[in-house]
């Protein structure tokens, strides 16, 4: 009797920890992003910042929703000459106090943020704080073609360091 006791007592206190699966609110904000989803492909170039030399890589973006669709979860591969040149992982969600979104990046070379993304029509940015500067960031979507091009910026004046050119295969 007592282990009946004890395994309803179990099943009750599980129930009252189950969760409501999809926040409409969260969902509706993310659904703005809805023409990120999907698969990317394409070409690229980054600066090197040492020896300021172009080097090109290919670049595969994978962007899901996920957690209900209350994220919006991205794995990113560039690779150059069969090698790994960009591993990248982010997480976007709508903001809880603005009309923005939360990004979060995590690198390979253990580089993390949490930056403040904004969306108008077909364009979303962000910005990074650099010791001598900004770094930004402008993704611009037109049917399935994605460009992205990296600045830095100082002074009023913005310098490309990054770009790529991808195309939506699925």
Known sequence: MKKLIV???????????????????MCKK?????????????????????????KTFIQIE?????????IIAIKGVGKSDGKIVHDARAIIRPSDTS???EFYSFLAD?????????????IIKWYIDVPQGQLRYTITIKGDSYHEIGEFGA????????????????
Do not use: C
């Not at 899901?64 to 209350?70: A, E, G, M």
């Not at 253990?110 to 077909?122: A, H, I, Q, S, V």
């Not at 002074?155 to 699925?170: A, D, H, I, R």
């Open 7 to 25: 395994i309803a007592m179990s099943l009750i206190s599980m129930g009252s920890m189950a969760q409501d699966h999809g926040n409409p609110v």
């Open 30 to 54: 993310l659904s703005a992003l809805d023409q990120l989803v999907g698969d990317w492909e394409g070409e690229g170039y980054i600066i090197d910042q040492r020896t300021r030399e172009k």
């Open 99 to 101: 009309d923005h979104f």
């Open 62 to 70: 994978e962007m899901r929703y996920d957690l209900d669709s209350t």
């Open 155 to 170: 002074g009023g004046q913005w310098y490309p360091f990054m770009e790529m050119n991808l195309k939506k295969v699925m």
């Open 110 to 122: 253990g580089r993390t943020g949490k930056f403040l993304m904004e969306k108008e029509e077909n």
